[in-house]
């Protein structure tokens, strides 16, 4: 394939993924997908299969299922609430879940650890550099404070997929920082926030597979209305970013004297411990770490709030 017609699909590629992680519930079907990204059916999804070494809806199945796997992972939600979050039925649902995890959702809730989780937190911990809290000084729900935050549109940018996200993370991350710090200091949004984590549910999928991002999380508010029309026709386009809805809600507020590469792992295992202990359960399966300076970061975690 010439490297034109690559960029070319691997634009369009990541703008059908973008798509399908707007579209929590799977409402989207193969045939709207391709229309959004003005291909013919036939042309994206031999395309999709070719590049990403799946079908598109074998990748969509598989995203609400895994997501589906996160709620019975962190939060309390009922296998029959879960299931109508993901877009399907409980029955359909069970059926999705065992052509995936070759068990049911109950069995899979009650499991101390999953398949994907040894290797992603080694292969994080080789690639990352993690901060190390022993005595749980940062990382501990005292430090925690609970807020809640509005709804946000997310313009952001997909990294690089080479099958190490993390070390990709790492080696990419601060030039589309400096391309999103322009966008927040030109527009002056004191209310936006530069933000990076993963599109994908730590630790149900796996590590290679799992998509990094860094984007600008701007409230969808009134007084931002001119800002968003201002990065849609400036921005948008020559920085190649993708949009997500990121919902408003509870949050449990986390800051950290570290960047991302040392907050990211010791982060993880914190939300997982705390939400295996029953600390606090997590309403959604996104948190994200908030790029508030070079040494300082700011973990945010949806969380149920009873």
């Known amino acids: 394939m010439k490297p034109s017609t690559f960029n070319h699909w691997d634009k369009k590629i990541q703008l059908a993924i973008s798509l399908s992680h707007d579209d929590p519930q799977g409402d989207r079907g193969l045939k709207e997908v391709a229309a959004l990204i003005s291909e013919s059916v036939d042309n994206f999804s031999h395309k999709f299969t070719e590049m990403y070494g799946t079908s598109y809806m074998h990748f969509m199945k598989r995203r609400r299922v895994e997501a589906g796997a996160g709620y019975l992972r962190h939060s309390d939600y009922s296998v029959g609430m879960i299931s109508e979050m993901c877009g399907y ?41 993690p901060h190390d809290d022993p005595q749980h000084l940062i990382f501990t729900t005292d430090r925690t404070e609970d807020i809640q935050l509005q709804d946000y549109l997310l313009y952001y940018n997909i990294l690089p997929r080479n099958g190490d996200p993390i070390r990709t993370m790492v080696e990419y991350l601060s030039n589309y920082q400096q391309q999103l710090y322009a966008i927040k200091i030109s527009l002056e949004l004191p209310g936006a926030m530069i933000i990076t984590g993963t599109l994908d549910i730590v630790p149900v999928t796996d590590y290679s597979k799992m998509m990094m991002y860094v984007g600008i999380m701007i409230p969808m508010h009134n007084e931002y209305n001119k800002a968003h029309n201002q990065v849609r026709s400036s921005f948008q386009q020559p920085y190649s970013l993708f949009t997500k809805r990121v919902p408003g ?10 960047n991302f590469a040392a907050a990211g792992l010791p982060m993880y295992e914190f939300i997982n411990n705390s939400c295996r202990a029953g600390y606090f359960k997590m309403s959604g399966n996104h948190f994200f770490i908030s790029l508030t300076g070079e040494n300082d970061s700011e973990i945010y975690i949806p969380w149920q709030k009873r």
């Open 249 to 258: 809600g509870y949050y449990k507020k986390l800051p950290v004297p570290m």
């Open 89 to 129: 039925t409980q029955s359909s649902f069970t059926k999705a879940f065992r052509e995936f995890f070759n068990e049911a959702p109950i069995s899979f809730r009650n499991r101390p650890y999953l398949e994907n989780e040894k290797n992603t937190l080694e292969r994080t911990k080789i690639a990352s550099t």
